[in-house]
């Protein structure tokens, strides 16, 4: 069977559990569940106006807003939304949860979560983190992911050959020439140049994506006002129940980098939000969810928990310094319930 006709059948046959009633049942039976202690974190980016989210934010990590407040009214009717710095405090000092406990994530700091999701959470009196990367706090700063997905998603061509780009030869799933002529080809596209881009030297990102543009024939755009948050509404937020967390300055993947390079990035972004917030952040959140050993005992000296994006519930066991969250984006109200239900389920994309 082709791939899409298989995600048609899992998603008819996903719905069909839904409507039944058996996946509000197996949220429910989590409640009672005999585990000590379980705590999911689930992590969004973009929550936009649009169905799909708006044509240059990248698709794969965006939630419509209707859809985002389903989730949450969902998740406040069955589950018990809690603060992340407390929780991981009790999951580290062996004390209960409430079950079964949930903490909301946004990573990044785009403009579209203040806008769309903290009306809604401020509404519902819930807690949340927002994981900031500060250079680009109030700036129209264009992040790579944003020009990737812009190109590949609004290119006419019909192909993507990446021959001659040297920076992509050295992953393989990036090297071969892309299919783009259904929507579905452009998602698969892009979630291999996305995989390939993260895990290149920083160095490689400006000559890839000058080549990508002609070759997809979309010009780069110079910036994007109003895509990210500002200070003023990071601090609002921080005054209503929303913890701001770091998530380095620039969002570099920091296990490519240096200790001193790591030292800049993780305690600068620390240090910048004390400054705007008033109140250093307890929590961190790398970016990309990837990390070596260097970077994650910097973390642990500056803060008391940090995020990964290695998908999975967190149990009595979990290192406090590399939680696992379930990313969404484009995901309905059906599959957030069976993430929940089955959070240790086949290894989902990771995401920015
Ligand atoms: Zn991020």
Avoid at 79 to 95: F, N
Avoid at 144 to 156: E, G, I, N, P, Y
Wanted: with cysteine; charged share 20%; hydrophobic share 45%.
């Amino acid at each position: 069977m082709q791939p899409l006709a298989i995600q048609t059948v899992k998603r008819a046959l996903k719905w069909s559990l839904w409507r039944s009633g058996l996946v509000r049942a197996l949220a429910r039976a989590g409640r009672g569940g005999s585990e000590a202690q379980r705590l999911i974190i689930l992590n969004y980016h973009h929550v936009s106006a649009g169905p799909g989210g708006p044509a240059d934010t990248p698709f794969e990590t965006g939630v419509a807003a209707r859809e985002f407040q389903q989730q949450v009214r969902y998740l406040a009717a069955h589950h018990s939304v809690v603060d992340l710095a407390e929780a991981a405090r009790r999951l580290a000092a062996g004390e209960a949860l409430p079950r079964p406990a949930v903490c909301l994530t946004f990573d990044d700091g785009y403009a579209d979560v203040y806008q769309h999701a903290y009306p809604v959470l401020r509404r519902l009196g819930l807690p949340a983190t927002v994981f900031v990367s500060t250079a680009y706090v109030g700036s129209d700063h264009v992040p790579w992911w944003a020009h990737l997905s812009r190109m590949v998603m609004k290119t006419d061509r019909e192909e993507l050959d990446t021959a001659g780009l040297e920076a992509l030869q050295a992953d393989a799933a990036a090297r071969q020439p892309f299919a783009l002529g259904t929507r579905s080809q452009r998602l698969k596209a892009l979630a291999a140049l996305n995989e390939a881009m993260k895990h290149m030297p920083e160095a490689g990102h400006d000559p890839v994506l000058q080549a990508l543009s002609r070759r997809l024939g979309v010009p780069l755009l110079e910036g994007q006002p109003g895509v990210w948050m500002g200070w003023e509404h990071l601090a609002e937020m921080a005054r209503h129940g929303i913890t701001i967390g770091a998530h380095t300055v620039r969002h570099p993947n920091v296990a490519l980098l240096g200790p001193d390079e790591q030292r800049a990035e993780i305690v600068g972004s620390k240090q910048r939000i004390a400054e705007a917030i008033g109140e250093p952040p307890r929590l961190f959140a790398y970016p990309f969810g990837l990390f070596d050993a260097s970077a994650r005992g910097i973390v642990a000296e500056h803060f008391a928990a940090a995020c990964s994006s290695e998908r999975g519930a967190n149990g009595a066991d979990a290192d406090p310094y590399a939680l696992r969250r379930i990313s969404l984006g484009w995901q309905r109200l059906w599959d957030l319930a069976f993430l929940l239900a089955f959070p240790d389920g086949p290894a989902a994309r990771r995401v920015a």
